[in-house]
């Protein structure tokens, strides 16, 4: 495999999609993945900028990713959507994802750690709670 620089990985329930391209933005890795082997293909290959689009679960992966010494990047859904090139499908959102990690005015979202993920977890159940 040629060096990867940059990669988007498309997270979902059981299948996870990985796009990634080398220093020119050819691309050199398009990938379904199941649950299970991410953290094998990501552990295999050399350190890269890896991006997520934002939800509850990109945390736990992002976490993962740095573990393994990958630079890994959240950004908000509705930032990754302008680069999506054909219809919404999960091939093409990793694409989206791998081309919007790379440009240099996009705002990522901070990584949580396990904790304030759990603190924010109480505080929705808290506010459920007081609306019933």
Sequence with gaps: MQTVVRMGLDIAKSAFQVHGVNAQGKVVVRKQLSRGEVGRFFANVPACLVGI??????HYWARELAALGHDARLMAGQFVAAYRKNGKNDANDAEAICEAVGRPNMRFVPVKSEEAQAVLTVHRARQLLVAE
Excluded at 53 to 58: P, Y
């Design 53 to 58: 689009e934002a939800c509850a679960g990109s």
